[in-house]
Structures are given as structure tokens and as C-alpha cells.
């Protein structure tokens, strides 16, 4: 402050080197400034981190390079997590603050006012039927913000920016929530919106972009659906299994990771 289950931890399991080095600090200080990236980008990152600080290298062992950063990020609340891209299904990571909500941190950053304007297109993203809200619909709310009204340029600016610290995504002109936000967000949308917002039936995470079967109302993500209907003749629904009649996307396939050899 947009999918192995979104928001738990990346697992830290034993390293043929399991000590923390320049390589694992170069590569959170790499992603502290981007506030999250996707798997090849992590991948590409593991890699040149290693080679630039001559520490073991393994293509394949990402996620236990990240669990001996986690390790050392526990005393301060903090941790990498994996997630997915709403619309997409990609892996991604974000480092997550577990001491406050990324609300509460944002203060920080952000005036009184440019907070109420986050926390209004959240609200509108989550009230929303496909999990987007229009940017002049937010441009029209910046004239009722308080404690100030804000201009429609200056809202224009903040949500930009918003878009830029990966707390929002923005496409044809709509906006919705960033993997990274609803990976710091997930409890506090589900404990500030019990009764609007629910989790995907099959990966049991938060679900914003969502398609919900009109028999039982279920909600899942567009890509664990597709993951679930791809064997099947007509696709149905997960839980009732009556006929799904939604458009169910095609699978989005990962950009190629960096090659699986070793080097030291």
C-alpha cells in the first residue's frame, strides 16, 4: 500500500547454505524499492543478487532463498509474501508489514485528504461487480473528500501515484486493487467489509475480481476457474455443479523463468 493461497508466507525450508548474506539484503533492499514484483522478475533478482555477491545459486530455490530473509525479518513484524495477480493468475511478491495495517502506515506518506481518497476507491473497488471503479468516478468524488475538498488535478496526481506505489492497478481508464495491496489489505477488508467482500471457493483467498455462479453464489477468481473448468467439456461450478454460464478466460501463461543451472 490485483492467485498457493495469497496471503501466507513464503515457506523457509533448509538451503545447502542457509545463512543470511549480502545476496538476501541486496535483494530485499531490490524489492523494498519496487514494492512488489512478479515471479521472473524475483527470479531474474535471486539470480543477479547471487552472482553479484559470489553466494550459492539455484534456479529453483527462490522460495527458500526468500524463507532465510523471512527468518531474519520476524523480530521486526515484517515478511515476504507470495500471491497472485487477480486477473492474471501470475505469482507474485510483496514484502508485508504485519505490525499495522497498510492503511495506518500510509499516513505517513500520505495526507489526510490523499488517504481519503485511497480509502474511497477501495470502497468503491469493493462494492463494485467485477472489482473496478472508474477513474472519472473517483475524480467526481475528490469534490466531496474531507476534511477538504481536493482538486480533480491534484486527485488525478495521487491516484497516479497510487497506481505507481503499486497499492492500485489501472486499465482502460478503471481502476482496482494492486496484488500488493490486497495482500497487506486481505484482513482488513474482510474485517471492515464482512458482509460484501468473500474469498475465492477454490484457493480460499480474498476475491475482488470475482465471478460468482448465479445458482449457488459462490465466488472464485477468473483464473481458478479456469484452472478448475479446463478438463472439462462445459464448465461447471465448482460447488453446485450446475452449468457455468460466465465467459471462463483462457489460462495466461508466465513470461519464460531464468534457465534452472547453478552457479557459485
Given at each position: ?9 513464503v ?53 527458500e ?24 493468475g501470475h ?6 508489514n504485519?505490525?499495522e ?89 474482510l ?12 484457493c ?10 448465479p ?16 478438463a472439462?467439456?462445459e ?30
Amino acid at each position: 500500500m490485483s492467485r498457493a493461497k495469497a496471503s501466507t508466507p513464503v515457506a523457509a525450508f533448509p538451503l545447502c547454505q542457509d545463512v543470511h548474506t549480502d545476496a538476501h539484503r541486496q535483494f530485499l533492499q531490490a524489492l523494498m524499492s519496487r514494492g512488489a514484483v512478479d515471479r521472473v522478475r524475483a527470479a531474474t533478482l535471486h539470480r543477479q543478487c547471487c552472482e553479484l555477491h559470489r553466494v550459492h545459486y539455484a534456479a529453483d530455490k527462490l522460495d527458500e532463498f526468500i524463507g532465510v530473509i523471512n527468518r531474519q525479518l520476524q523480530p521486526l513484524s515484517m515478511e515476504i509474501r507470495k500471491g497472485k495477480e487477480e486477473e492474471s493468475g501470475h505469482t507474485c511478491y510483496a514484502l508485508v508489514n504485519m505490525a499495522e495495517t497498510a492503511v495506518t502506515r500510509m499516513a505517513s506518506d500520505y495526507t489526510e485528504t490523499e488517504l481519503e481518497l485511497f480509502k474511497k476507491t477501495m470502497h468503491q473497488i469493493v462494492l463494485s461487480e467485477n472489482g473496478f471503479v472508474s477513474s472519472t468516478k473517483m475524480l467526481n468524488v475528490a469534490d466531496q473528500l474531507k476534511p477538504k475538498k481536493m482538486r480533480k488535478g491534484d486527485a488525478e496526481q495521487v491516484l497516479r501515484r497510487l497506481v505507481q506505489e503499486k497499492w492500485l492497478s489501472e486499465k482502460e481508464g478503471e481502476f482496482t486493487l494492486h496484488a500488493r495491496c490486497i495482500l497487506e489489505l486481505e484482513q482488513y477488508i474482510l474485517s471492515h467489509y464482512p458482509d460484501m467482500v468473500s474469498k475465492c471457493h477454490i484457493c480460499h483467498t480474498l476475491v475482488i475480481q470475482k465471478q460468482v455462479c448465479p445458482d449457488c453464489g459462490i465466488a472464485t477468481h477468473a483464473h481458478c476457474l479456469a484452472r478448475y473448468v479446463q478438463a472439462q467439456t462445459e464448465p461447471c461450478c465448482p460447488h453446485c455443479k450446475q452449468f457455468w454460464p460466465q465467459r471462463v478466460p483462457e489460462l495466461s501463461q508466465p513470461a519464460t523463468l531464468p534457465s534452472t543451472s547453478t552457479s557459485r
